[in-house]
């Protein structure tokens, strides 16, 4: 555990003696760490690999207040000694990624950016609605308003795991596919860290994020460090939409399609997104 502005931050580290370049690991909204063994065992053969839980996710500390998920990460990094590193990070991890390395572009040396959110990217209506229909339904609305408020006492459970199938269905799954597109271990695993980010986000105390001003959105052309995008083809569009916009707005940027992939393409597909990564940062750590 690290402390950062009062809050322990859960974190693991791995690697050789003499690493061949350090990488920070950066997990998704709906995860937490754990979305990160197959990369974390694999890319620490090489590397030095650092993966820690968000401020409200995993093992760390509650968010509460204002929150600054990039200036956490930086903040992890100085903790763990770590001048400079290549950021992995998937979907808002992949945001946050993005806006570390323009507000400290001398501590980032490459940038991989898996299904990733964008700060200030406003996401379309149609993307929202579904979330609502297909997600946010799956609990009563009288007691959903209760646990987004933080006003509801009790945390039920049944709730909890509704929500998180839900989810993990549209999103990880994917709007298009069915859950046996998932196995039952990819399943199970995203099920469990989801069904946790809402049973600490309905309990906990309340929070808001605070992000880059001007945004990261309309700063991608600053972005000059090697940048990888790996893209679930299987992902819901309006997320799909940003991998397009990382790839076109980054100088240089590449991108990587996987099919018959959702959001959480580490967990999904392991081998291909580690093999991905291991070539990427074989090239940005020569």
């Given at each position: 555990m690290v402390t950062i502005g009062g809050v322990e931050i859960a974190c693991e580290e791995?690697?050789?003696?003499?690493?061949?370049g350090t990488v920070v690991l950066a997990h998704a909204g709906v995860a937490d760490m754990r979305m990160w063994d197959h990369q974390f065992a694999a890319l620490s053969r090489r590397h030095r690999v650092?993966?820690?839980?968000?401020?409200?996710?995993?093992?760390?500390?509650?968010?509460?207040?204002?929150?600054?998920?990039?200036e956490d990460l930086l903040a992890v990094m100085d903790a763990m000694k770590i001048e400079r590193a290549a950021l992995i990070g998937c979907s808002m991890g992949g945001a946050y990624a993005v806006e570390a390395a323009l507000a400290a572009p001398g501590r980032v040396a490459a940038l991989a950016l898996i299904s990733s959110g964008l700060?200030?990217?406003?996401?379309?209506?149609?993307?929202?609605?579904?979330?609502r229909d297909r997600v946010h339904t799956s609990v009563p609305p009288d007691r959903l308003a209760r646990y987004r408020a933080g006003a509801a006492g009790h945390v039920d459970p049944a709730d909890v795991r509704a929500m998180?199938?839900?989810?993990?269905?549209?999103?990880?799954?994917?709007?298009?596919?069915?859950?046996?597109?998932?196995?039952?271990?990819?399943?199970?695993?995203?099920?469990?860290?989801?069904?946790?980010?809402f049973r600490r986000s309905w309990s906990g105390p309340r929070s808001a994020e605070r992000h880059l001003d001007p945004p990261?959105?309309?700063?991608?052309?600053?972005?000059?460090?090697?940048a990888l995008v790996i893209n679930g083809l299987s992902d819901v569009p309006g997320i799909q939409e940003v991998s397009r916009l990382l790839a076109e707005g980054i100088p240089g940027a590449r991108r990587l399609d996987l099919p018959d992939t959702g959001h959480l393409a580490?967990?999904?597909?392991?081998?291909?997104?580690t093999a991905a990564l291991t070539a990427f940062l074989s090239e940005v750590f020569t």
């Open positions: 791995a690697g050789p003696g003499k690493p061949a650092i993966r820690y839980d968000w401020r409200g996710h995993g093992r760390s500390g509650d968010a509460q207040g204002e929150v600054c998920h990039h700060a200030g990217h406003r996401w379309p209506r149609a993307m929202l609605d579904q979330a998180a199938e839900a989810h993990t269905l549209w999103q990880v799954a994917g709007p298009d596919r069915g859950r046996d597109a998932l196995s039952e271990e990819v399943w199970a695993a995203a099920v469990e860290m989801c069904g946790l980010v990261a959105a309309t700063r991608l052309p600053e972005v000059a460090v090697p580490p967990l999904e597909r392991p081998a291909e997104v």
